[in-house]
């Protein structure tokens, strides 16, 4: 049988792998989304781990793009990237009731900065 915890993965799992949601993977309250949005094009998102305990699990998420617009002061590059973005999630009876989520900016601005 399995745990809680191991359903709460699950369904935190099928929620990122699922498209439908990737919009919704995309918002967070951080202020420059819009920014990386655009800045960033071709964005491909894969679950890097999940940990879970009773009602919350936190997912790594690695987000790989393009830098194809400016962002943070910087002009587009052109380069591959690889961002990563955690989100905490809510879950109730198997289905999310709410999650929030961050970008690692730290990791993501020495890619497009001038060499």
Request: proline share 3%.
């Amino acid at each position: 049988m399995k745990s809680i915890e191991q359903k709460n993965a699950e369904a935190v799992t099928a929620f990122i792998e699922d498209t439908a949601n990737r919009r919704l993977l995309e918002e967070t309250e951080q202020f420059f989304v819009s920014q990386f949005l655009k800045a960033f094009t071709d964005r491909h998102y894969a679950i890097d781990e999940i940990l879970a305990q009773g009602d919350k699990a936190i997912a790594r998420i690695f987000i790989t793009a393009v830098h194809t617009g400016p962002f943070a002061g910087h002009p587009s590059t052109g380069k591959a990237v690889k961002a990563t973005q955690f989100r905490e999630f809510h879950v109730i009876d198997g289905k999310i009731a709410g999650h929030r989520g961050w970008y690692d900016t730290a990791t993501l601005l020495p890619q497009i900065q001038a060499q």
